[in-house]
T-cell receptor, first 111, second 112 residues
Framework: GQQVMQIPQYQHVQEGEDFTTYCNSS?????IQWYKQRPGGHPVFLIQ?????EVKKQKRLTFQFGEAKKNSSLHITATQTTDVGTYFC???????????FGTGTLLAVQP | DGGITQSPKYLFRKEGQNVTLSCEQN?????MYWYRQDPGQGLRLIYY???????QKGDIAEGYSVSREKKESFPLTVTSAQKNPTAFYLC???????????FGPGTRLTVL
């Protein structure tokens, strides 16, 4: 079945450093969504990308969808301790309309 | 307030007992989902329902059962056949066909 791979699994940064997580699929995706899960919490929707090459920004977060619609990235500029959590990408699973979640990237930010 | 509620937040059961986790939403969403999350892991789909009185197995349905008698409710039963039931269980809902999924706060189940 379709798989969505996410790297890295874990990243530890100093506050103020940048952070990027990458999401890759072997198949073309119709769209991609990003979610954030704070420690002990539940996933919360951040954004959805639909168009090839699309770039969207939310304050210090920049989301990109690859030209071939097979990969995506989330970049955080100048991390803060409030950015701590696990970031998941998710894509529609073909004809089933299920969301396939990536394995997630756990971000730790040291003050 | 609109949203998804899951109860209880923490649940302890003895091995061999069935347990039912509640999930209720007042968002008027047609689709509902159950995921399992193990420590340091991603989300694995257990069951999903796109409409009332209909549901499909996800990737790890063995040992679980669901019902969807009402649009608002999608309870999950963890049966004694589930070999490793201790996990964090998340319920979500959405408006098909694609769309954002809205998650409940989750239930942490511990089987002793």
């Amino acid at each position: 079945g379709q798989q969505v791979m996410q790297i890295p699994q874990y990243q530890h940064v100093q506050e103020g450093e940048d952070f990027t997580t990458y999401c890759n699929s072997s198949t073309t995706l119709s769209n991609i969504q990003w979610y954030k899960q704070r420690p002990g919490g539940h996933p919360v929707f951040l954004i959805q990308l639909v168009k090839s090459g699309e770039v969207k920004k939310q304050k210090r977060l920049t989301f990109q969808f690859g030209e071939a619609k097979k990969n995506s990235s989330l970049h955080i500029t100048a991390t803060q301790t409030t950015d701590v959590g696990t970031y998941f990408c998710a894509a529609l699973g073909g004809a089933t309309n299920k969301l396939i979640f990536g394995t997630g990237t756990l971000l730790a930010v040291q003050p | 307030d609109g949203g998804i509620t899951q109860s209880p937040k923490y649940l302890f059961r003895k091995e061999g007992q069935n347990v039912t986790l509640s999930c209720e939403q007042n968002l008027n969403h047609d689709a509902m989902y159950w995921y399992r999350q193990d420590p340091g892991q991603g989300l694995r789909l257990i069951y999903y329902s796109q409409i009332v009185n209909d549901f499909q197995k996800g990737d790890i349905a063995e040992g679980y059962s669901v019902s969807r008698e009402k649009k608002e409710s999608f309870p999950l039963t963890v049966t004694s056949a589930q070999k490793n039931p201790t996990a964090f269980y998340l319920c979500a809902s959405s408006i098909p066909p694609s769309s954002t999924q809205y998650f409940g706060p989750g239930t942490r189940l511990t089987v002793l």
